[in-house]
């Protein structure tokens, strides 16, 4: 089982511009979550989804879309970069609400 | 609501030496309470969790955490510090019931030194 995997692992951006993270689990599990992880902020939720087709809103979804069209994906969208986006991604998956499993991140810059 | 306050952004210890890394929490309901621990460029791995039962609870690599619900505190121990635990430790309880988050503390980077 490889687990957790995002794609890509670095990003560097320009203002204005747009990219989507993919996040692929293979253990089958039901929720799935977008954090951003900024110094001394801790982890904070983006979004997530409770099951294939369902996404909802978490603590800091402004500028952020998400998309949940198979099981196994969720994938987060920026539409158009800023630099206040600056920050590590991870994404995470559980099979219920209880331990989640955590991708490796994704380190983005925006310049 | 629910909300974790870590004490101490960063904390040093010698090798050998007792490793107390400190969390508190704000609950409305039962919580459920979770330690992780993230090296270098790596994402959050699970150390230990808390969800029933057993107030003291053990984890991996000799880490322990106790459940202490008249002090609201889930503060996370190792007796003896190996250079292997330095790393960012992150305490997180679980959201309200109907939700599916976790609250995250801030984190505490650990040094060990030797």
């Known amino acids: 089982n490889a687990g957790v995997t995002q794609t890509p692992k670095f990003r560097v951006l320009k203002t204005g511009q747009s990219m989507t993270l993919l996040c692929a689990q293979d253990?089958?599990?039901?929720?799935m979550y977008w954090y951003r992880q900024d110094p001394g902020m801790g982890l904070r939720l983006i979004h997530y989804?409770?099951?294939?087709?369902?996404?909802a809103k978490g603590e800091v979804p402004d500028g952020y879309n998400v998309s949940r069209l198979k099981k196994q994906n969720f994938l987060l969208g920026l539409e158009s970069a800023a630099p206040s986006q600056t920050s590590v991604y991870f994404c995470?998956?559980?099979?219920?609400?209880?331990?989640?499993?955590f991708g490796p991140g994704t380190r983005l810059t925006v310049l | 609501a629910q909300s974790v306050t870590q004490l101490g952004s960063h904390v040093s210890v010698s090798e050998g030496a007792l490793v107390l890394l400190r969390c508190n929490y704000s609950?409305?309901?039962?919580?459920?309470l979770f330690w992780y621990v993230q090296y270098p460029n790596q994402g959050l791995q699970l150390l230990l969790k808390?969800?029933?039962?057993?107030?003291l609870v053990k984890g991996i690599n000799g880490f322990e955490a106790e459940f202490k619900k008249s002090e609201t505190s889930f503060h996370l121990t190792k007796p003896s510090a190996h250079m292997s635990d330095a790393a960012e430790y992150f305490c997180?309880?679980?959201?309200?019931?109907?939700?599916?988050?976790?609250?995250f503390g801030t984190g505490t980077r650990l040094k060990v030194l030797a």
């Open positions: 253990m089958n599990h039901e929720y």
């Open positions: 995470a998956s559980s099979r219920t609400r209880d331990t989640q499993y």
């Open positions: 609950s409305s309901v039962p919580p459920y």
């Open positions: 997180a309880v679980r959201g309200p019931s109907g939700t599916y988050k976790y609250i």
């Open positions: 989804s409770v099951g294939e087709g369902t996404t």
């Open positions: 808390y969800t029933t039962g057993a107030t």
